[in-house]
């Protein structure tokens, strides 16, 4: 990878999260559709996510150009970590702001974005180890290196992202419980219910990183670990196509918004495929995994535009077609990070 495809490459992530937060503060100034404080604040929340990943983009990419330190290994994950940390206190300020809808609502989603930086800063944090990857491929020995993590610090690692993805879930069916209560229980629930797929599948990321990293990387998790998260993008999509069915159109539409969700758990995927793919092995398909994200970034924004027209007949479709643009500005990060992902064990 040459210096000017490294820059671009860390120039996309800053990129969409500057969309996400131009595009979110644009909806929130908008005209009076009290729906524009639900979409505004999350689709702003997103560009966290983006700032996760920019961490995680730099963090390999200096390891490929080899111009890491020491400082540059602390404080890109320190950043991803201070990103979710940011979500969550701006969340729950939100949910405490006023006895609302869109507040609550609002609020849980932007909790629930917290749940996701923080795993893809804990992403970014098992990636600093990023080069014994093609090195332990080369080989056909299981030794750990003794520059990997040790045995404790990978379970951290680990338990640390499925810590995050049960806290996740927990919190998706405890506002199932009260659907009942309020509508405003069974929005925030179900989209709860997507971002802890996606969490989910970052755990699966971050555990074949580890692995990988430690040389422990088995036969089997080349096939259980993509399949886990093609489940998890599977699972989101079928529940969101269950809930359109429902005759209310404003729980309904949150449906689409699942789906959303589940083409990110999709665009994870790409990077869980091609470290599985190539590992020990020539997968001379390498290079196209990267067109993964891309597809479902242009299907999040087909969607979306679908979406603003629907929007115009019905105002509930207000929220979920600036939320999709704003997952489609993820699913185009997450292309720069496979890409990334793709050149550093490219074995050509």
């Known amino acids: 990878m040459n210096y000017g495809i490294s820059v671009l490459f860390r120039t996309i992530p800053l990129l969409m999260a500057l969309f996400c937060f131009g595009y979110g503060a644009f909806v929130l100034d908008m005209g009076t559709d009290p729906a524009k404080n639900v979409a505004g604040p999350v689709v702003m929340s997103l560009g966290m996510i983006c700032i996760a990943l920019f961490a995680t983009a730099a963090t390999i990419i200096r390891q490929i150009i080899h111009t890491y330190n020491t400082v540059v290994r602390y404080a890109l994950p320190v950043l991803g970590y201070l990103a979710a940390l940011l979500t969550f206190i701006c969340g729950w300020e939100y949910i405490s702001e006023a006895a609302t809808a869109s507040h609550f609502v609002a609020g849980h989603v932007i909790c629930g974005v917290a749940f996701i930086t923080a795993c893809v800063a804990t992403t970014a944090t098992s990636s600093t180890r990023f080069t014994l990857i093609p090195a332990n491929s080369q080989t056909t020995e299981n030794d750990v290196p003794p520059q990997a993590f040790n045995g404790t610090q990978g379970k951290l690692l680990i338990v ?22 309020h509508n405003t229980y069974y929005v925030a629930g179900h989209v709860m219910a997507g971002i802890a797929c996606i969490c989910t599948s970052l755990v699966a990321l971050v555990a074949t990183i580890v692995r990988q990293i430690r040389n422990s990387y088995s036969h089997a998790e080349r096939k259980w670990w993509p399949v886990m998260v093609l489940a998890m993008g599977t699972l989101s999509i079928l529940w969101g196509l269950l809930i359109l069915k429902n005759p209310n159109p404003a729980e309904s539409s949150i449906g ?22 190539i590992w020990r092995n020539t997968f001379k398909l390498a290079n196209r995994i990267p067109l993964i994200p891309v597809f479902t ?17 019905h105002e509930v479709y207000f929220v979920p077609a600036r939320v999709l643009a704003g997952l489609g500005g993820i699913c185009f990060t997450l292309f720069s990070i496979v890409s990334i992902l793709e050149s550093g064990t490219s074995k050509g």
């Open 160 to 181: 640390v992202a499925t810590l995050l993805a049960l806290a996740t879930w927990i919190w998706t069916f405890q506002l199932l419980a009260k659907s009942d209560v």
């Open 256 to 277: 689409y918004i699942m789906i959303g969700l589940g083409l990110v758990c999709y665009s994870i995927s790409s990077k869980v495929i091609l470290l599985a793919a």
């Open 297 to 313: 970034a242009l299907l999040c924004l087909f969607l979306s535009a679908f979406l603003f027209e629907m929007a115009s007949i």
